[in-house]
């Protein structure tokens, strides 16, 4: 039995997560859970100059919000804390101080300038870019005449000749020869940390086995492990690594703003649920195996593994998504989808969310829970039954002043006043029967010009529901005040 799987997701929140970030906090989340293993979430802050306290705040929130729950981190604690990486600055200059000491690191004066012209020089003699190792061995005499200088040293890593393999779990053998990998920063001449020492630190210390992360980040394994042989872990000790695939846009270029990546703030506000996107970003590189498309958090936890997870690029496909998410809507209770469909009505303007309002909501939901595909979309649908000073749409005004559309309207309000049952069945059935099989109009002509009069719009829910929920009084006027259009 191997040892317990602990994998983390560690955002650098510079904007609002988006994704890529959360298709591998998804995958970690579920192999965690699959496993019955730890999921730890760590927020690398370093770069102070990007990321932001509002920013860390939404991450957290965007994870809780997708239900993506962590054993330790941030608002949980943990016995490896802290979980914000500017609060643990001290291990990393104590880290980096011991790779001194050892030799395995050296203090590197080389000004940017200097750095430049050597990248220069290997471009024009056709050689792999990267720093030439100018400081690697310098006498006491060379570095006490920088500093007199008054250079700067930022902390470089010793990379040894040969290359590093490694086994990743999605792509098999990965071998990186180290002419390609170049002596490396560690710390900057301002003493802060880079990635690549605070990330492996913070695995080796934090007890982390899996590391899941996107395929963007497979070139800085080498460095890495690097740093774990620094440190004095053992090869068995290092933690796996399984790099995903890209998600790619409908254009086949990287996902970006440009052709469909937008945050996942984004989607919220659009009315995506939750388990809509998750279900979504797990098809994203990983299949259950049977073609199934609609598969919930439950499924996912029990059927994720790393080696279903694909080595092929994923393509985003905005209408999948907007599928699955028609499909989750309708498999909500009407509670459920009440408590979701509040927020975006009050936010509208709709409803200021009273009681009475809540009822009427409640009893509308039925009506356009099959036919919306985002929770956005219910505002639109529902103003009709809310709204105070009610009008007919301007662009829907032309389509029923015209005569056949007024002697519909007459004719309607002459079969409806009489009824004294005032239900969807006998409003159709008073329509049908006259407008119908007596004027012998196509239903789409007949019902259109009433779906405009009651409702202001040609969009609305099902015509003779949503006449039952307005009430007798309230169709009966609108019908009437359309006729002085």
Sequence with gaps: MGKKVKVRFAPSPTGDLHVGNIRTALFDWAYARHTGGTFLFRIEDTDTTRVTDEYIQAAIDTLKWLGLNWDEGPEVGGENGPYLQSQRLDIYAEWAQKFLDQKDAYHCYCTPAELEATREAQRAANVAPGYDGKCRDLSAEQIAAYKSEGREAVVRMRMPDGSTTFVDEIRGEVVFDHKFVPDFVLVRADGSPLYTLAVAVDDVLMKVTHVLRGEDLLSSTPRQIRVYQAMGVKPEDYPVFAHLPFVMGQDNAKLSKRNGEVSIAWYREQGYLPEAICNYLALLGWSPGDDRENITMKELCELFTVEKVHSSPARFDMKKLEAINGDKIRALTLDEFLNWSLPFLIKAGVITGTDSEIALVKAALPIIQERIVKLDEIPQMLKFLFVKD????????????????????????????????????????????????????????????????????????????????????????????????
Excluded: C, Q, Y
């Design 390 to 485: 009610f009008g007919v749409e301007a662009e829907s005004v032309s389509k029923i002043t015209d005569s056949l559309s007024k002697d519909i309207l007459k004719r309607s309000v002459k079969e409806l006043e009489p009824l004294s049952a005032w239900n969807h069945d006998s409003i159709e059935a008073a329509l049908r029967a006259s407008l119908i099989e007596e004027m012998g109009l196509k239903p789409r002509i007949a019902f259109t010009a009433i779906r405009i009069a009651t409702t202001g719009s040609t969009i609305s829910p099902p015509l003779f529901e949503s006449m039952e929920l307005l009430g007798k009084e309230a169709s009966l006027a609108r019908i009437a005040a359309a006729l002085t259009l």
